[in-house]
């Protein structure tokens, strides 16, 4: 880099939110001794340690137990579906949770059925999809979870849902995305996670406004709140925490949006590297 953005000295923090991808996780999927030795050091201190991801909780919950902290108060919270909901471990519930209305999921999957585009839902421990597609494919080879070709999706979606994944190259997607934001401003929101991955959400809903619901619960200041990304799934959180952290290997709207980026890439344990200088 040629700026670091590094603080001056140790932060007083008391909730740490973490993405996933390319973030706690490196490229082969896996958290680092290193960064779990961290993250556990943390939540044995009472610094509540949240994986905030655009997974559903079942894809969530094996890196709960690679993390080995949901026994304590501190590591019982998992934010699931980019901030649509928030999951208690202790309590097995939910407690929070927004969607995105049925009939708006209706309308946006034809549209986007119409311009060649291809529709997820995740389901439990499913993927429902308009069609198999390799979009598809690799969102369940990094979530871990099943794939289902649902014939008549539109009646699916009716239901209403959290979270709705529209995929395409890259190209389709960065086209589509000003025409979604224009016709349905206020019945949802719209970013892009991957370069081929359009998530469509609840308005004014995500990672960010998570983490406040979460750390008002708490009682838990803002300024005392940490958050850890590297994608535009992350943008709310970073931009929204007292301490926002990009990877050093994130979007560099990313790094320009965050406080701080951390000196090392997600495969360098660049978590663990910035936790032991500056928080543990």
Known sequence: MMHEKLPHGKLA???IALDLDDTLLNTELKISPRT??????????????????????SAILPFVRELDIAGFQAGRYILALNGAVIFDLHERRTIFSKKVSGDVLEKIFLEAHDRGLSAEIYDGSIICVSEETKWSRTDADLSGLTLKVVRDFPSLVKNGYAKMILSADPKDVDSFIPVLREKFS?????????????????P??????AIAFLSDMLGIDRSETMAFGDSMNDESMIRMSGHGVAMSNGLSAIRDAAAYVTRKTNDEDGIAD???????
């Open 204 to 209: 004014g809903c995500g990672k960010g406004e």
């Open 36 to 57: 779990v030795s961290a993250l556990r050091r943390a939540a044995s201190q009472g610094i509540f340690v949240v994986i905030a991801s655009g997974r559903p909780e």
């Open 274 to 280: 910035f936790l032991e200088a500056f928080v543990l």
């Open 13 to 15: 923090v008391k909730l």
């Open 186 to 202: 206020g019945a949802a929101d719209f970013f892009i996670s991957k370069p081929f991955f359009l998530e469509v959400m609840p």
